[in-house]
């Protein structure tokens, strides 16, 4: 009935609060301060935190340094896609672009790699599966995450940004070996 | 000249300007609701695999005009005919500027239509967020600029109103819960279409020719600022409803008017920086700015909304009790007019927003946990659990509660009214479980084929998320039929039902149509007083009034704890990243 009259009390800002409220709110502010803790604490003990490195570049730039990765280290071919085998510990490429991932990387297991990130035209959806690690690709940026393979096997780099008619064909490959 | 009706079943007063613009704006709404059903028809049974409907090309199409036409179209042209409803009815209060009005919601007709014309051209296939440098025809965006700037101008005659009521005092006291909660989806809405003007108006000269370049992170950032606080109008606006219906079903008093409103304050104070929630694996942000953003800024706003899931029920409880429904911790609920589809689709989008919607919607909102979230299925299956079965079902239940009130009509088929809001908060309910099942085992949202057919490499996701999307599709198609009798209901009885006295149909409303001297004969409505205050007695002294909803509160709280810790559990099961 008041909830759509004007409240009973002038003044209705001095009327006391109910205790099951106070207690409510309460609690619930509790728990947004746990929430808001993990946070920092996961940067401290977690092992998932994506880095803040970064750095604009051009599409020209991005695709001449992994040109320069790619005739270094490839071992291969799959699908008309070289596959790359990058040293241990160095910066590693990939790029997305209308429609596909670029190259295939081949990583050792347990090793850390300093992984660059970039899209050549539009915005692309980096998704490691099964893992499901999800990355926005974005033109214009060349994003650098130290990753740490820790299972070997086959993963797949798929599309989860929309990028046209092409954008389910976007499927790349990361191999982790022991 | 008299231009005032009262409602002899409800005692609300209608302005005849206000009362023809909210009758538009809700039919217009409608409309693009029934548009947005209809595609959805499309988009639930290609992404059933192995119905796979649509080709590519037909389905982005599809999807792109599902989106804008349910969240924006449809929210937005309904919640204008709420903030008139919220001003001048509530405040008895003539309509500010009804000429002005008018020029808004034509503007908004006009943007609309010509984002669709964009849209179903073909060549705009760009998804609703139309992230750069993926481009659209021109007048795509100033479709949607339009659009905008009719929204504005409809929001300022709304403040026009509340200025004009406090100047001629139509009430007394502070203005009602109700509209206070309206009051902050205008304010809110004021800077999501800032927002948005600040990013789609260069966009639109891009898209023809005089700028050269948007950079593709800024627009992602400004973007959101739009996206995600125009969801905050929609929460604002459904939370408003929430409260006027338990008031009007259950003569419900807000438990505490200052904490109510003091929640509805967190919203605008606390969520316009959440935007950060949608670029949490974006590159180069840093970590400081998202916990911030995403802490600060957005618990506070969750806070708020956990307020309301208490004061909300509990208000109902209290009124309940008072009618001697004291049974238990439950017996109130029990009790309740579960065959009303008023309350029925109330309290289902209450709790399906709260344990759906809210819980993972802060899951993946916390910076990490994010990285197993972004961009999968499980995003819409989030939204869907805010914005269809919180919003779009709390504006269903208003539509029963305005056919009589508003449109003076008696609602046909009322059995099929009673079962709507069950098929379709079930039926959705149900598309969202199991989309959220399939978004954790990595399925994309946005994407045409699970089979990846025609891709040089082959990937193949498990068995089970075929599995998940399938059942998902057989609930998102009961959600389509709980739409259709929704549709068959609201349309049949503004159509053919029958007229109650004294009729205000929808064409006598309109200016130029000769008023219908039975139904507006009131010069000046009676001066809104303030509510009557409660007898000593029926304070509860000190305990709690509600602890069936306490109890409710606490299990929502156990659900959101475990499930919250389950995601950082499977979020230390992927590759160390740094
Ligand atoms: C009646 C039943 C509905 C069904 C079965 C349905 C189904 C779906 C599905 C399956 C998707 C995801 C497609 C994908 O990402 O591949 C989707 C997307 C979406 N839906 Fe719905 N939906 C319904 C109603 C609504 C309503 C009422 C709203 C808004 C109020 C809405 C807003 C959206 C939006 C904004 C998207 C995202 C589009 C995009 O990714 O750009 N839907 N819908
Ligand atoms: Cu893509
Ligand atoms: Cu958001």
Request: glycine share 8%.
């Amino acid at each position: 009935m008041t909830s759509f009259m004007p409240p009973a009390d002038r003044i209705w800002w001095k009327v006391p609060v109910g205790k099951q409220e106070l207690v409510w709110i309460a609690i619930a502010l509790v728990w947004c301060i746990i929430m808001f803790l993990m946070m920092p604490l996961w940067h401290v003990y977690g092992k998932q935190n994506l880095s803040t490195e970064a750095y604009q570049t051009t599409p020209a730039k991005f695709g001449a340094k992994v040109e320069e990765m790619v005739s270094k280290y490839t071992v291969g071919k799959e699908a008309g896609i070289p596959i790359v085998a990058p040293p241990v510990g160095s910066d590693i490429y990939m790029l997305g672009r209308l429609w596909q991932w670029y190259p295939v990387l081949k990583l050792k297991k347990n090793q850390e790699y300093r992984l660059h990130l970039s899209s050549m035209d539009w915005q692309h959806g980096f998704s490691l599966q099964p893992d499901n690690i999800n990355l926005q690709i974005v033109p214009g940026y060349d994003m650098v995450l130290k990753i740490t393979p820790d299972k070997s096997g086959e993963y797949s780099v798929i599309c989860n940004e929309y990028c046209g008619i092409g954008h389910h064909t976007m499927v790349g490959k990361i191999y982790v070996e022991d | 000249m008299a231009e005032f009706r009262v409602c002899p079943d409800s005692g609300f007063y209608f302005h005849k300007s206000a009362e023809s613009l909210m009758k538009v704006n809700a039919v217009v709404g409608v409309v693009a609701l029934l548009i947005a059903g209809l595609l959805a028809i499309g988009v639930v049974l290609t992404r059933w695999q192995e119905v796979h409907w649509l080709p590519a090309d037909t389905f982005y199409m599809v999807l792109t005009a599902h989106g804008i036409n349910a969240l924006l179209f449809w929210c937005i042209f309904f919640e204008m005919a709420i903030l008139h409803f919220a001003s001048s009815t509530l405040l008895r209060c003539r309509l500010a500027t009804p000429r002005w009005g008018w020029a808004g919601f034509f503007l908004m007709l006009i943007g609309a239509v010509m984002n669709n014309v964009a849209v179903f051209s073909g060549k705009s296939s760009v998804m609703m967020t139309s992230y750069v440098p993926m481009q659209a025809e021109p007048h795509f965006y100033l479709g949607l600029i339009l659009f905008a700037v009719g929204a504005l101008i409809q929001v300022f005659v709304f403040f026009g109103t509340l200025v004009i009521a406090q100047q001629e005092k139509t009430y007394e006291g502070s203005v009602p819960l109700v509209t206070f909660g309206a009051i902050t989806a205008a304010i809110i809405a004021v800077f999501t279409i800032a927002s948005g003007a600040i990013i789609l108006i260069p966009t639109y000269l891009w898209a023809v020719g005089y700028v050269s370049h948007i950079d593709a992170e800024m627009y992602r950032v400004i973007w959101w600022a739009m996206g995600h606080s125009s969801q905050q109008i929609n929460v604002a606006a459904h939370v408003a409803v929430w409260y006027l219906i338990a008031g009007v079903l259950f003569g419900a008093r807000p438990m505490s008017e200052k904490v109510s409103r003091f929640a509805f304050l967190l919203y605008i104070f606390f969520l316009q920086l959440a935007s950060a929630h949608h670029i949490l694996v974006d590159p180069g942000i840093s970590a400081e700015w998202k916990i911030f953003n995403t802490s600060y800024a957005m618990y506070l706003a969750v806070l708020a909304s956990m307020i309301h899931g208490l004061t909300v029920p509990g208000s109902i409880e209290v009124a309940q009790r008072g009618k001697g429904f004291t049974k238990g911790l439950f017996e109130w609920l029990r009790k309740a007019p579960w065959g009303n589809p008023v309350f029925s689709a109330m309290f289902i989008s209450l709790v399906t927003f709260g344990f759906i919607g809210g819980i993972t919607g802060v899951v993946m909102g916390t910076e990490q946990i994010n990285l197993i979230i972004h961009n999968t299925i499980y995003v819409p299956a989030h939204f869907h659990a805010t914005v269809v079965t919180g919003t779009t079902l709390t504006f269903m239940a208003l539509t029963y509660l305005l056919i009589p009130v508003l449109f003076r009509k008696k609602m046909i088929f009322p059995w099929m009214a009673k079962l709507q809001p069950y098929v379709f908060g079930g039926g959705m309910t149900i598309l969202i479980l199991f989309m959220l099942g399939a978004g954790t085992l990595g399925v994309a949202r946005r994407h045409w084929d699970m089979d990846f057919a025609g891709a040089a490499m082959a990937f193949e996701y498990p068995a089970i998320a075929y599995t998940l999307m399938a059942v998902g599709a057989i609930g998102g198609l009961l959600a389509i039929v709980g739409g259709i009798m929704y549709l068959t209901v609201t349309v049949g009885s503004l159509l053919f039902g029958k007229p109650l006295e004294p009729s205000a149909g929808i064409l006598e409303s309109f200016a130029g149509k000769p008023l219908q001297a039975s139904a507006y004969d009131i010069e000046k409505p009676e001066k809104l007083m303030m509510a009557p205050k409660l007898e000593e007695s029926e304070h509860s002294g000190g305990g709690f009034e509600a602890p069936g909803t306490f109890a409710l509160a606490m299990l929502l709280l156990v659900t959101f704890v475990v499930y919250y810790f389950i995601n950082w559990k499977y979020l230390a099961s992927v590759w160390p990243l740094g």
